[in-house]
Nanobody, 126 residues
Framework: QVQLVETGGGSVQTGASMRLSCAVSGGTFSSYVFGWFRRTPGKERELVTAISRTDNTISADSVKGRFTISRDNAKNLVYLQMDSLKPEDTAVYYC????????????????????WGQGTQVTVSS
């Protein structure tokens, strides 16, 4: 059973930085693709950024240049570095893992991910 646990959320002011971590246990970490998604009340879950098995990445336009996803295959960790945070980044952030035979493919569809963390709240105040 694969389990994902997000840590690092909290409350910050506009312009601050924050790093979320996702600890992955079970399965074979290097075989998974990963994504960070977020959800706010009344809105659909949306992709923030995702990473392939070979570190190719895709990010939402709203976070390009500010957020960076990375993975550490030795530590079974996935990170989301968030810089220049804005109030509109306030959401619950979820880490997700999925199997994909391609080394280079970045999965952006939530339904294609097999495992999800419990989420961590990020609040950015103005």
């Amino acid at each position: 059973q694969v389990q994902l646990v997000e840590t690092g959320g909290g409350s910050v002011q506009t312009g601050a930085s924050m790093r979320l971590s996702c600890a992955v246990s079970g399965g074979t970490f290097s075989s998974y693709v990963f994504g960070w998604f977020r959800r706010t009340p009344g809105k659909e879950r949306e992709l923030v950024t995702a990473i392939s098995r070979t570190d190719n990445t895709i990010s939402a336009d709203s976070v390009k240049g500010r957020f960076t996803i990375s993975r550490d295959n030795a530590k079974n960790l996935v990170y989301l570095q968030m810089d220049s945070l804005k109030p509109e980044d306030t959401a619950v952030y979820y880490c997700a893992a999925g199997s994909n035979p391609s080394f280079h493919y970045v999965e952006i569809t939530p339904g294609k991910y097999d495992y999800w963390g419990q989420g961590t709240q990020v609040t950015v105040s103005s």
